[in-house]
């Protein structure tokens, strides 16, 4: 099996980038997200300061863009679609900054279209995208993330079709929202080995599975809010051993809403599956 890590969604400080890895070191993380869901608290310098010291201790960093930062507008054009721009814009500039692996954005919505057509608007728009990118050093991978919506787009299957069309755009696995969207189907390793070998067949040799994980609630198959460790029905020990049947590596990003449930579940992906070998 390929090399596991697991890290928080959120940087455990804001004051120093020194305080932030010294935090992710100590609890043991290999990984992290940087937390912008909810908009930008971190500058460039801020930034390559933390990729220098996350690199020197082998942590793994990702992006996570604001929520608004979405492809997939009716039309390439307007307030939205220039402000959703900019957000994936200075993601990536903080990403190269800083040398995340890739920028999480979720996929949009299906705004009265087709699912084929708000897949196709997604694809085209994020060429527009990374040509500006591409002319400021800032073509870095992004991640569409698996949504929590039965009824909207964003399923596992969109999330893969979405990157078979792009190159440099890989499906991000969210197996909280994936046992919500399925009314708690994920309780198996082969439900988690299925999903991941749909993921596998679409990424580059070499690069990691990117992983969401927490346990969750959820009502009429879509999702509520995350929720403590155990107090779910989402385990990870499944989805540990569906790792283990790939030689890919995997980096698995915690959102759960307290740090002893992410410790819990770094735990069992970490510490049991080297007890296994």
């Known amino acids: 099996m390929g090399r596991i890590r697991v890290g928080p969604a959120r940087v455990p ?26 908009g930008f608290w971190m500058d460039y310098p801020w930034a390559a300061r933390l990729g220098e010291l996350a690199r020197e201790h082998d942590v793994a960093l990702s992006v996570h863009a604001p929520l608004f930062g979405f492809m997939g507008h009716l039309e390439a054009s307007g307030r939205k679609w220039s402000s959703a721009v900019g ?8 990403a190269a900054a800083c040398g995340a692996e890739l920028v999480v954005l979720h996929p949009g919505f299906l705004l009265g279209r087709s699912r084929g057509d708000a897949i196709a608007s997604v694809v085209e ?78 990424l580059e040799p ?32 499944p989805l540990r051993a569906a790792l283990g049947r790939f030689e890919r590596p995997a980096t698995v990003i915690s959102e759960s809403p307290d740090e002893e449930s992410s410790q819990a579940i770094r735990r069992a992906l970490i510490d049991d599956a080297a007890g296994a070998h």
């Open 87 to 94: 957000a994936l814009d200075r993601s990536a500039g903080i």
């Open 206 to 237: 070499g690069a990691p599975f990117h992983v969401h994980f927490s346990d969750i609630a959820f009502a009429n198959r879509n999702e509520k809010h995350h929720l403590p460790y155990g107090e779910g029905t989402l385990r990870a020990e």
């Open 125 to 202: 728009q994020l060429g527009i995208l990374r040509e500006r990118l591409e002319g400021k050093g800032r073509a870095v991978p992004f991640g569409v993330e698996v949504m929590g919506r039965v009824r909207d787009l964003g399923s596992l299957e969109d999330c893969v079709a979405i990157a078979s069309e792009v190159d440099w755009v890989r499906p991000v696995v969210d197996f909280a929202h994936m046992h919500a969207t399925s009314d708690g189907a994920f309780l198996e390793v082969e439900r988690f080995a299925e999903s991941l070998a749909t993921v596998d067949a679409v």
């Open 13 to 38: 400080s804001r004051e120093t980038a020194e305080e932030a890895v010294r935090l992710l070191v100590d609890r043991g993380y290999a990984a992290c997200e940087i937390d912008f869901e909810g």
